[in-house]
T-cell receptor
């Protein structure tokens, strides 16, 4: 039962254009969402997060959008750069409730390739 | 430098031979966790620890053990490894249980033959 799904295993974009990575979730108790970036031979690194009380969070070239009614979030990268080529993982957490945080559920990941 | 250190980076072993993957963090983080990454499945949580002597199961704990005797260390123990435990393993730590941002180690590639 995959509670967090990234339906696109890969995405290829041209340098300078927008990259849009998508993520869907099924557990309505999730209230905190994060994106991680992973380069080969390294561990994932935190990129950006959003709480369910917001619908948008921006950090430089990276913006995360949350649509709670659709249980969907997306990561926009504008403009895309070759150094952004990596695997991007979406993750979700239930910060209020029995487990009160402590568990992070990840999606399968999307390989982004930005071509020069 | 703030970091999570895992050892070894690569390990090849045979079925049934007990092994331990070590994990250490130098950030005085309370929360630590182990994940495995498999193709098409993303990262799945094995075990986590909210503090010293406090551990709990994640989504895929079968075949694994952990201990948290000191705040900085969180070893992953495979008492009797099997081929289905061949995977890429990541240790991670966080300031608190709300996981604002996990810090990950660089991974341990385990092959069980």
């Amino acid at each position: 039962d995959q509670q967090v799904k990234q339906n696109s295993p890969s995405l290829s974009v041209q340098e300078g254009r927008i990259s849009i990575l998508n993520c869907d979730y099924t557990n309505s108790m999730f209230d905190y969402f994060l994106w991680y970036k992973k380069y080969p031979a390294e561990g994932p690194t935190f990129l950006i997060s959003i709480s369910s009380i917001k619908d948008k969070n921006e950090d430089g070239r990276f913006t995360v959008f949350l649509n709670k009614s659709a249980k969907h979030l997306s990561l926009h990268i504008v403009p895309s750069q070759p150094g952004d080529s990596a695997v991007y993982f979406c993750a979700a957490s239930e910060r209020e409730g029995e487990t009160s945080g402590s568990r992070l559920t990840f999606g399968e990941g999307t390989q982004l390739t930005v071509n020069p | 430098e703030a970091q999570v250190t895992q050892n070894p980076r690569y390990l090849i072993t045979v079925t049934g031979k007990k092994l331990t993957v070590t994990c250490s963090q130098n950030m005085n983080h309370e929360y630590m966790s182990w994940y495995r990454q498999d193709p098409g499945l993303g990262l799945r949580q094995i075990y986590y620890s909210m503090n010293v002597e406090v551990t709990d199961k994640g989504d895929v704990p079968e075949g694994y053990k952990v201990s948290r005797k000191e705040k900085r260390n969180f070893p992953l123990i495979l008492e009797s490894p099997s081929p289905n435990q061949t995977s890429l393993y990541f240790c991670a730590s966080s300031r608190d249980r709300f996981l604002v941002a996990l810090h990950f180690g660089n991974g341990t590639r385990l092959t069980v033959t």
